[in-house]
C-alpha cells in the first residue's frame, strides 16, 4: 500500500487542485495485492483503497500541508460498508470520495467503488484529526484550512446514531474486555 500513496501523492502534483468539498476520484485496478482466494478484492483491502482516496483529496486541496505543518495526524474512528458486487482481479474501477460533513467530533466521508458508471461498494467513514495532545476540535481544523462547510454537507442523522452507538470508550478511559452475555 506504501507504494500506491506514494503514486497518488505523485499524480496529485500534476493533477488538477480540488477543494475538500469537490468530490475526488481516484483511478486503479485490482491487483494481486488486492484479492483473496475467492479472486476478487478482499473485504478488509477495500478500507486501504478509501485511504487512498482520502489523502488523494487532501493532496490535491493543500490540506496535506498544512495538517503536515501543525503535525496533526488524520485517523478513522468508524467505518463501515456495504458491498455490491465483487470487483475481480485486473478489473478497472475508480474510487470516489466525497466530504459529507462534520458533527462536533468527526469529518464524515462517503467513498464508493464505482466500476463503468455502477456503484459496487460503498463506505462511510468518520475520521478525527490527532496531535500530541490529543483529538483537534473541528473548529480548530477548519479554521487552520480556511474552511467553511457548504449548507448542502448535512451529515443524515442515521450516521450520527450509527456513530454514537458503534463508540468505544476514548483512549484515555479504561475499555475492559468482557464478552456480553
Known amino acids: 500500500m506504501i507504494f500506491r500513496i506514494l503514486m497518488v501523492f505523485f499524480k496529485s502534483k500534476k493533477a488538477p487542485k480540488l477543494s475538500m468539498f469537490d468530490t475526488g476520484s481516484v483511478s486503479m485496478r485490482a491487483t494481486l495485492t488486492d484479492i483473496d482466494f475467492a479472486g476478487h478484492i478482499n473485504n478488509g483491502m477495500y478500507f486501504s483503497i478509501f485511504d487512498l482516496g482520502r489523502f488523494d483529496l487532501m493532496f490535491r486541496s493543500g490540506v496535506w500541508d498544512i495538517l503536515r ?16 458486487k465483487s470487483v475481480e482481479l485486473g478489473k478497472k474501477f475508480s474510487q470516489e470520495t466525497r466530504l459529507l460533513g462534520l458533527d462536533e467530533k468527526c469529518i464524515y466521508f462517503e467513498q464508493r467503488i464505482v466500476v463503468d458508471g455502477e456503484i459496487y461498494a460503498r463506505a462511510y467513514i468518520a475520521t478525527r484529526m490527532t496531535s500530541k495532545k490529543g483529538a483537534v476540535s473541528n473548529e480548530e481544523i477548519m479554521q487552520a484550512v480556511g474552511l467553511e462547510v457548504p449548507a448542502d454537507r448535512v451529515v443524515p442523522q442515521w450516521l450520527h446514531d450509527w456513530r454514537e452507538n458503534g463508540a468505544l470508550p476514548g483512549s484515555r478511559k479504561p475499555a475492559p474486555h468482557n464478552w456480553l452475555g
Do not use: A, H
Not at 74 to 84: L, W
Open 69 to 84: 505543518k501543525k503535525k496533526w495526524t488524520p485517523v478513522v474512528q468508524c467505518e463501515t460498508i456495504t458491498f455490491r
